[in-house]
């Protein structure tokens, strides 16, 4: 009995050290938007269904305009992976143009620069500056940038993610069984925003969920129902930002 006791207690303590270890390794990610008027430092912590994401940041004025983008992860930044298609469904095992407007629809579509193919999804075309982008983080990081917007006008900050083939109940791999964009995705991209003012300086500001982006791609909706969103919202356990 007492050796059960034991070899259980060494499991639990091995397990809290991995935990632990994890939640330590933090990245240190810089961008560099062509004009800083305001320093934003992003903090985000993982969660328990993080799992290789993509996801953009970008600031936006109060009616919902774009401004500009302040990070893309570098595969869906591109249109250049890992592992190319050679199509639907079949790989090759070296880089290559994989098209995926999925992924990440509501910042592709704010955008708005449209790739040879009629996709809004970035292309090795119109790629993402190389100076805002950046692998995808393997666990928690903080994001050091900042914004052309002046510190006495008000703004949003939004930050989309997806994390490939991530189903639930509601969004299962047959809800749209001739649609291998769908099938990409599964839960659609989560889109969170906060809003920032002059007063906020010096502030830590958390960007709550505010919709999700089409199923597939189609077009740049927002769909603030999130009934149906599960465990894409536990990717990300905390998203922060703090205005310098």
């Given at each position: 009995?007492?050796?059960?006791?034991?070899?259980?207690?060494?499991?639990?303590?091995?397990?809290?050290?991995?935990?632990?270890?994890?939640?330590?390794?933090?990245?240190?990610?810089?961008?560099?938007?062509?004009?800083?008027?305001?320093?934003?430092?992003?903090?985000?912590?993982?969660?328990?269904?993080?799992?290789?994401?993509?996801?953009?940041?970008?600031v936006e004025d109060l009616e919902g305009n774009y401004i500009e983008t302040l990070y893309v992860?570098?595969?869906?930044?591109?249109?250049?992976?890992?592992h190319g298609e050679l199509e639907k469904g079949k790989w090759k095992n070296e880089p290559g143009?994989?098209?995926?407007?999925?992924?990440?629809?509501?910042?592709?579509?704010?955008?708005?620069?449209?790739?040879?193919?009629?996709?809004?999804?970035?292309?090795?075309?119109?790629?993402?500056?190389?100076?805002?982008?950046?692998?995808?983080?393997?666990?928690?990081?903080?994001?050091?940038?900042?914004?052309?917007?002046?510190?006495?006008?008000?703004?949003?900050?939004?930050?989309?993610?997806?994390?490939?083939?991530?189903?639930?109940?509601?969004?299962?791999?047959?809800?749209?069984?001739?649609?291998?964009?769908?099938?990409?995705?599964?839960?659609?991209?989560?889109?969170?925003?906060?809003?920032?003012?002059?007063?906020?300086?010096?502030?830590?500001?958390?960007?709550?969920?505010?919709?999700?982006?089409?199923?597939?791609?189609?077009?740049?909706?927002?769909?603030?129902?999130?009934?149906?969103?599960?465990?894409?919202?536990?990717?990300?356990?905390?998203?922060?930002?703090?205005?310098?």
């Amino acid at each position: 009995m007492k050796t059960v006791l034991f070899i259980l207690l060494v499991i639990v303590l091995s397990a809290c050290s991995t935990q632990q270890k994890i939640e330590s390794t933090v990245e240190n990610i810089i961008t560099r938007p062509d004009q800083i008027n305001t320093q934003l430092e992003f903090n985000l912590t993982p969660g328990k269904h993080h799992n290789n994401p993509s996801f953009a940041v970008w600031v936006e004025d109060l009616e919902g305009n774009y401004i500009e983008t302040l990070y893309v992860t570098q595969y869906f930044a591109t249109g250049v992976y890992g592992h190319g298609e050679l199509e639907k469904g079949k790989w090759k095992n070296e880089p290559g143009n994989v098209r995926r407007p999925a992924t990440l629809p509501y910042w592709s579509h704010k955008r708005n620069i449209k790739a040879p193919d009629g996709l809004y999804a970035p292309s090795p075309e119109t790629a993402v500056p190389d100076a805002l982008t950046g692998a995808t983080p393997k666990s928690g990081f903080n994001l050091k940038t900042g914004s052309k917007v002046t510190g006495e006008k008000m703004f949003r900050v939004l930050f989309e993610v997806n994390q490939p083939w991530d189903s639930n109940d509601f969004w299962t791999n047959d809800r749209y069984p001739d649609n291998f964009d769908y099938k990409t995705s599964l839960q659609p991209a989560l889109v969170y925003a906060v809003t920032v003012s002059e007063s906020n300086a010096g502030k830590t500001l958390y960007l709550n969920p505010i919709g999700h982006s089409h199923p597939w791609g189609e077009n740049g909706e927002l769909f603030t129902d999130l009934t149906t969103i599960t465990t894409a919202r536990e990717v990300f356990g905390k998203i922060t930002v703090t205005v310098q």
